[in-house]
């Protein structure tokens, strides 16, 4: 089976810009989660997605955006790029109940860089 | 708010040392723990999770147990290898939503 797959896996971006990543979650999983992960703050969430419908949302400005097609494959927006936006940011799926406790597998992340 | 505590890295041992990384947590309710490990270059991997209290989760050699008591999950192994060396995480899962909370992350460094 295959993972959870990110596109493109790097990216350059100057600020004011935007940018979209995408994942598709592994096959049959509903729910996709979308992570920042910075050497400063971490891992923090910035929301999830199941059936489409997004199920919960971190504390990230307006800037930051997500959508869930019917095939369960995900895309996070990013408008008017700051350089503080520059990080790896990972997507993760679920099974297909999407409960809490179901693992998420992880994709490889894709690496931000705002000059 | 629920919150990750992880003692901070990096950490540097032998190989065949023994290992504890300590993980405290502050929630409501009763969430679920997990231990997610990555390494270079790659997402994260789960290592193991424990779903409620005096639950033990292990792995590849690597173990932690629920306690409630002391809000704890640490991570132990008895003997790393040198392909130990990797980031790991301590993430909790709050309970009646599907938000993750992780640490900040320790980095684990195991020489030969």
């Known amino acids: 089976k295959a993972g959870v797959t990110q596109t493109p896996r790097y990216l350059i971006k100057t600020r004011g810009q935007q940018v979209t990543l995408s994942c598709s979650p592994i096959s049959g999983h509903r729910s996709v989660s979308w992570y920042q992960q910075t050497p400063g703050q971490g891992l923090q969430f910035l929301f999830e997605?199941?059936?489409?419908?997004?199920?919960n949302k971190g504390n990230f400005p307006g800037r930051f955006s997500g959508r869930q097609f019917s095939n369960s494959r995900s895309e996070m927006n990013v408008s008017t790029l700051e350089l503080g936006d520059s990080a790896l940011y990972l997507c993760?799926?679920?099974?297909?109940?999407?409960?809490?406790?179901?693992?998420?597998?992880f994709g490889p992340g894709t690496r931000l860089t705002v000059l | 708010g629920n919150s990750v505590t992880q003692m901070e890295g990096p950490v540097t041992l032998s190989e065949e040392a023994f290992l504890t990384i300590n993980c405290t947590y502050t929630?409501?309710?009763?969430?679920?723990l997990f231990w997610y490990v990555q390494y270079p270059g790659e997402g994260l991997q789960l290592l193991l999770k424990?779903?409620?209290?005096?639950d033990k989760g292990s792995n590849k050699g690597f173990e932690a147990t629920y306690r409630k008591e002391t809000t704890s999950f640490h991570l132990e192994k008895g003997s790393v290898q040198v392909s130990d060396s990797a980031v790991y995480f301590c993430a909790l899962s709050e309970e009646g939503t599907y938000k993750y909370i992780f640490g900040t992350g320790t980095r684990l460094k195991v020489l030969a």
């Open positions: 993760a799926s679920r099974g297909a109940s999407g409960g809490v406790q179901n693992e998420q597998f």
């Open positions: 929630a409501t309710g009763y969430p679920s």
């Open positions: 997605y199941f059936s489409e419908t997004q199920r």
């Open positions: 424990a779903t409620k209290a005096d």
